[in-house]
């Protein structure tokens, strides 16, 4: 089973080479980020004519999260338990929520579609949101995984952390002036980890980026981020044989500004009747 995750920076301008990538590249289910539209404005289409399902959600247009599968999807939930709000000037826990989560069950696995808070500027309240945002999200997998150590759950997305300076390749990007890279996002990032989550990604591709800003020659210099990722339970992770970062899909005409992310999983262990089988 392949998955993979891609921030298309609005689906609607990219629908046909978002389509044209899932079927070169055989993907069974794949996450979008920031599909910027409404659900009654989702290109369907074009995927159900390659075999996919779709379902998304989205308020307005920006951000949305959506997730396109060639397997049933079930189990269907839009935002996680205890995700925060926000609206500016807006302060309390009744704060309008945005359409950040998505998640489902597909072929006996959890899969989170996932688009963190940018947090905008460290004395912005959006990065004080950020921080509860991800502290929500960690809450979740906490209690989700200790009701169910072997659960197979993945949070997959842009998650809007370089967790490491090895995954910062951009100069305008610096700790203590800038977000992405401050110690408290990072530690919230490691908190998932601590959470019970793996990152499922690095120990098989070492090296690359998943963003370049489109600004300065961004891409041609490398200069770019890893902040796209599949954090996945134990269950899921022990699953993982093979990954990828797609980094041709910078290329090309009106490309999105972060790439496809994605992983291979064997389900089909004989000699393991707990783990999830796909048929």
Known sequence: M????????????RVVRTVEFCVREDVDVLLMQEIKCKP?????????AAGYTVEAHGLNQWNGVAI??????????????????????????DAPLEARAIGATIGGLELWSLYVPNGRGLDDPHYRYKLDWLEALRGYAADALAADPDRALAFTGDFNIAP???????????EGATTHVSPPEREAFRALLDAGLTDTVRPLIPTGYTYWDYKQLRFPRNEGMRIDFILGSHAFADAVVAASIHRDERKGEIPSDHVPVAV????????DDDRPMIW
């Open 264 to 271: 291979d999983l064997d389900l089909a262990a004989p000699d």
């Open 164 to 174: 490491t300076d090895a995954d910062n390749g951009d100069p305008t990007v610096v």
């Open 68 to 93: 396109a599968s060639r397997e049933p999807i079930e189990d269907l939930q839009v935002g996680f338990p205890g995700m925060p709000g926000f609206a500016k000037g807006h302060e309390g826990p």
């Open 40 to 48: 009654e404005q989702f290109p369907y289409a074009e995927f159900e």
């Open 2 to 13: 392949r998955i993979a995750t891609w921030n298309v920076n609005s689906i609607r301008a």
